[in-house]
């Protein structure tokens, strides 16, 4: 194996890199330097991101532009601004203790003329997104004839996201002579052709083989109904503690509506999509990058080019239909060498679709079960334990209220004491999965033969209302109820499903617009708004568990965390002031739990004090009543 210092970059970069902690060249660094230094070779570099490409296009460059000249000499393009922004630093790095190099990044989302300034300043080397870019040209801000490098980065995903004609309007205001180095991880039509027309006899590297992708990503799938999504998705999430995630959705509403379900839920999440301004997806950037977040929820086209190391799992939500897509979904995992898992969550009639992927990737997918209830319990308990293992005493500052408490646990044994405490974090997750159902598919059915089409079948609209026993309704008031609202008679009723803080109840099909109409507009029952809501829900697959009636919907995730501020805007990021840690592993700690899980009913029944930041009830819930899960 060669070392940096055999592929002929100078000394200092050498040293640059050495002291970045880069020990060895990664293969596409090794084959391509030696030959991007000679300067006038046209490159083209078919290597996925993760594969050291910054360095392998940016160490030649820093060795090739001249810093005693001002002139603009070399122009990066990349897909987004996060990713330009992360080549700019990147290269910043690389020269800090070799050349003074002017390195200005161009985006979108931030003051032009502030940038404007910076490249009249004298840029070496601009680092740009090609929207942007194009509005500097048009402003004359900049001048592109003296450029002798172009690099075009992730070149693919450029194309994807519609700069062809961007593209063209930037190359051809660069001289003839200049050189093109073009990087893409795969190489669809659109890319061959901007090789042909900008490029003359280039130089081709391929790294590892074509679309067999990232050997350290592990790909997997659930099968589950379309409902169950995000129920499962939470017992992922609560099956991994530690869990430092990027969930995919297709559209920008699901994004954020997933993102706000889990905030909800109590998970340390956020949505990233084009509906957030960039000062809102920079802020959630800065969050994710810090490990501030633990969950990350975005769309393809805002999640492009994020370069996070050590995110363990990628999440789709729905599998995507385009294999690039699912290439650059993947790729976000598994990054520097790390091993990284991928999972699809697909219902039945998408299997076809993993095979179509399974095939182009020449990589066989593991198909994964839904977690149970209590493998979930198993889980969070040993997490738990690793915690206790972890923890860092603060031997001076505790001392002084130990006596207190051994006083106050001074009767109980070892054993008894080892049992109370864990049972503090633990009891709401076994309270929670309690008779939790088998969210598994077979057939197209859940594994525990519940759920599937019973309303439907029975030819009836059932609705979740957001009152129950606890609130001393039984079958007989929840028929004044509606009949009192509603109008409705016995006889339109159908089965009625008493819960502790909520229920649900059928009605013939043609009266399901009288119940709507009925409970619309602020009604009230014993001083408390009424909620109703059509769903297609089983309501925790028709089971009555023994401790207080819960079923899936809500989260074991508690209202006991520190208090939450809410978000004034969509999106956005404002969201937390859950506590920074410094690891990925968010599981179970308070941080975490700021948001809200349990209705009234479970904070009532809970032994410890209802905390004020319990969201209020019309917040709950939102897995089981939404009719229809699209993701
Ligand atoms: P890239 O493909 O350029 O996005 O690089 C992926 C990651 O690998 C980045 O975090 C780099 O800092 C890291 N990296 C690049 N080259 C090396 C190397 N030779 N040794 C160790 N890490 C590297």
New binding site residues.
Partial sequence: MKS?ADLGLSKGLVES?QL???????PI?EQAIPVLLTGNRDFVGL?Q????????FGLPLLDLVDDKSNDTQALVLAPTRELGL?IAN?LENFSEKIKRFNIVAVYGGASISEQIRKVKRGAQIIVATPGRLIDLIDRKAINLSSIKYVVLDEADEMLNMGFKDDLDKILSFTSKEKATWLFSATMPREVRSIMKNYMTDPFELQVGEQNTGNVNIEHAYVVIQDRDKYLALKRILDYTPDIFGLIFCRTRIDTQKVAEMLMKDGYNADSLHGDLTQQQRDRVMVRFRQRDLQILVATDVAARGI?V?DITHVIHLNIPDEMEFYTHRSGRTA???KKGISIAMISKRELGKVKQIEKTLKSTFRRMMVPTGPEVCQKQLLSLMHKVHEVKVNESEIEAFLPQVYEALKGLTKEELIKRFASIEFNRFLDYYRNAPDLNTEGGKRMDGEGGDRYAAAGGTRFFINLGRMDGIEKAQMLELLDDFCGLEKKDIGKIDLKGAYSFFEVEKEKAEQVLKGFKGGVEYQGRQVRVEETSDSGGGGRRSRGGDRDDSSSPRRSDGPPRRERSGSGGGSYSDRRRSDKPSYGGSRSERGGSSSGRSYADKSSKPTSSSSAPYSEKKHDRTNKKWDF
Avoid: H, I, N, Y
């Avoid at 970045?20 to 990664?26: A, V």
């Avoid at 991101?49 to 392998?56: H, N």
């Fill in positions: 940096f890199v970045l902690g880069f020990e060895s060249p990664t660094q290597a991101t993760g594969t050291g490409k910054t360095a392998a992360q990147d370069d190391d990054r520097a060498g």
